[in-house]
């Protein structure tokens, strides 16, 4: 019922409606309206009242809420189940534990906070509350282990078109997995699979957007590496509207594009995107380094490298990192 309440504010955001119009909507007494408003406004929704006018809710607030993740999203698949988490230790290890009791594809976990947040190559991932978009999804793609960097090329895309559509940015792609904005990391993903040698069991990935991070905000040991929307577009931004398009742009990219020929088109939009493409980038394993000019992708997600002697090397994105010749990208 609290949920239809909101629904009936959303639908008049930024007008009065009366307590005896959602009352007679909803059959329920003029008294339990007002609970539902009191447990609103305790959530943090902004809403007025007035004994003449009744109820308005004056802007949508920044609160992680799945009435209002699931206003709007049309997906199917993506975020049909969703788990949202005020604070917990990673999204992608919870969504690990779910995954192997048989949650559904699709299976989303969301967070305000991460107090153990992962990155990759064993990193920590700084997740503090009501900053950024900490959010894990539980795939079951039928791809070949081998292939399972496709996971994250599909959601670098998706993030990317999300980014544009809903905050109106335009971000790089440094392969594999970070988008980066004015030469800094945006956004890293995360991309964990469970496999046995012929067979993906479930994979599950992990998007951590860097949202409404100011400068301050940012730790030192980041601050020269790192950005936010909020630094990049100087204002804050409504994370829900963000998961959403990033929900819907994942789920029509993986859905349609991860497995067919078409393929090869999500590639193409994924170079379109690269920040590294014809650059000569140093490639750093563990106990190794590489450098040479990126010239392309493969169809397994792979950096193809064309070292300094003209021969070429398909880099898988395992355990590396890149860093252009001299700078993070
Ligand atoms: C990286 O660039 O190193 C990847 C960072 C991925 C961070 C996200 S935040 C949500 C999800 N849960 C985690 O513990 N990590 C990923």
């Not at 995954?99 to 107090?115: C, M, S």
């Not at 067919?260 to 590639?267: I, K, V």
Request: hydrophobic share 40%.
């Amino acid at each position: 019922m609290r949920d239809v309440v909101l629904n009936i504010l959303l639908d008049n955001l930024g007008h009065f409606v009366s307590g005896e119009d959602i009352s007679r909507q909803l059959g329920i007494t003029r008294a339990a309206v007002w609970k539902y408003i009191k447990l609103l406004q305790s959530q943090g929704y902004p809403i007025e009242s007035s004994t003449k006018k009744g109820y308005c809710l004056r802007q949508v607030p920044d609160i992680l809420d799945d009435a209002l993740l699931l206003r709007g999203l049309d997906t199917s698949v993506f975020g049909r189940k969703m788990e949202i988490h005020s604070s917990i230790g990673s999204t992608n290890a919870r969504a690990k534990e779910l995954a192997l009791n048989g949650a559904p594809e699709g299976t989303v976990v969301i967070a305000d906070e991460q107090v153990q947040g992962r990155g990759r190559l064993g990193r920590s991932w700084i997740s503090p509350p009501g900053k950024g978009i900490w959010m894990s999804v539980v795939l079951r793609p039928r791809l070949f282990p081998q292939q399972a960097s496709r996971i994250t090329i599909m959601t670098a895309v998706a993030v990317a078109n999300a980014l544009k559509r809903s905050a109106q940015i335009e971000v790089g792609i440094k392969w594999p997995n970070d988008i980066v904005c004015g030469g800094k990391k945006l956004c890293g993903i995360l991309n964990e699979v469970h496999a046995e040698p012929q067979v993906i069991h479930y994979a599950v990935v992990g998007i951590g957007l860097n949202v409404n991070f100011s400068q301050e905000d940012l730790p030192d040991g980041i601050k020269d590496l790192a950005t936010s929307l909020k630094i990049e577009k100087d204002k804050e931004f409504c994370r829900v509207d963000i998961i959403r398009a990033i929900l819907q742009e994942m789920e029509k990219s993986y859905l349609q594009r991860l497995n067919n020929d078409r393929f090869t088109e999500l590639l193409k939009e994924y170079e379109a995107h690269s920040v590294i493409l014809g650059k000569r980038v140093r490639v750093i394993g563990i106990g190794s380094e590489l450098s040479g000019y990126a010239e392309g992708f493969g169809e397994d997600g792979s950096l193809i490298l064309r070292l300094d002697d003209g021969r070429l090397e398909t880099i898988l994105a395992g355990d590396v990192s890149i860093r252009g010749e001299s700078s993070y990208v």
